[in-house]
């Protein structure tokens, strides 16, 4: 990844940071050193600084007051826990995407799960990882509700991290995750939001689990 400086700093860095973290280019736990960080992007301290506070507001970095600054840790409750919250959360993304959907937008869902599809039959697992991000950014489109926007995008970079991971190191085949969207989205089709969503809360349930099994691999990616 390149980075090139632009009029959003702070914004510019966070993304840049986030998207190394989430891809455990940056390993949690590691130290994020200013003067090293500083000197690799060609930036002053001060955007650093804020960029670093923008990343531990989507707990990516833990901050200690006049100390440093670490890649934060991931915990297994806190996978748990986030699972919990992401079945209902996705559950009603379904249900709103099957009630407001528009044809060009179940049409844009249709796509994306045919790529995301075609990903898991190839076992391309970045690929797959990349696709799911889109799939899941059109449904949202299709459910037309701007605060569930708002909560999923502000608990996207940390649960990303751990859909990465996940993907990287499972090796239940990945076509048997896809089987449950494509029969969500056949209830999408029919505007069936009640099974839409239960099908949707049974698989973020599924991947929670795995996301446990191979929790304590992650630091080896």
Known sequence: MDF?????????????LGDKIILF?????????EEDLARELGVSRSPLREALRILEKKWLVDLIPRREARVSILNE?????????????YGLVA???????????LDLISKKLTALEECAK???RRGYFDALIEYE????RAAKNPVLDILLKDLWPSTRRVQYATIKLRTEDLTDTVKYFKQAFSFLTEKNGDKAAAIIREVIGIETRYSVKYFSQFNSL
């Open 77 to 89: 409750q806190m996978l748990i826990s986030t699972g919990d919250i992401l079945k209902e959360i």
């Open 122 to 124: 190839n076992q391309d």
């Open 25 to 33: 280019q940056l390993k949690p736990g590691e130290r994020l050193i």
């Open 137 to 140: 950014s059109a449904c949202l």
């Open 95 to 105: 249900r709103r995407a099957a009630e407001f959907g528009n044809k060009e937008e």
């Open 4 to 16: 090139k400086p632009s009029k959003n700093l702070a914004e510019q860095i966070a993304q840049y």
